[in-house]
Nanobody, 121 residues
Framework: QVQLVESGGGLVQAGGSLRLSCAASGNIFDIKAMGWYRQAPGKMRDVVATISSGGMPYYADSVKGRFTISRDNAKRTVYLQMNSLKSEDTAVYYC???????????????WGQGTQVTVSS
């Protein structure tokens, strides 16, 4: 079993900052890409940012220059630093890890439970 536990969501005023964390535990051989996705009410879940096993980041256009994704492989943790938050960033944020549980096995997707981020204007 692999579990992802998120933390760091909350209520913040527009222009403020939040930092999300997501830590993995359980039977893990290695973790490939890590990422953050978000889902606003009535909308599809969309990618926010991802980071490869080599540390290469990708950002959705809507968050470029405001959000920073990073990872700590030793802690099996991914972070999302969110600055200059806007009301349109309000959503439930989910972390996603692509995990291999054993050598030679395909990677599988695991998701966190979601954390609410609310930005008041």
């Amino acid at each position: 079993q692999v579990q992802l536990v998120e933390s760091g969501g909350g209520l913040v005023q527009a222009g403020g900052s939040l930092r999300l964390s997501c830590a993995a535990s359980g039977n893990i051989f290695d973790i490939k890409a890590m990422g953050w996705y978000r889902q606003a009410p009535g909308k599809m879940r969309d990618v926010v940012a991802t980071i490869s096993s080599g540390g290469m980041p990708y950002y959705a256009d809507s968050v470029k220059g405001r959000f920073t994704i990073s990872r700590d492989n030793a802690k099996r943790t991914v972070y999302l630093q969110m600055n200059s938050l806007k009301s349109e960033d309000t959503a439930v944020y989910y972390c996603n890890f692509k995990v291999r549980r054993h050598w030679g096995e395909d990677e599988y997707d695991y998701w966190g439970q979601g954390t609410q981020v609310t930005v008041s204007s």
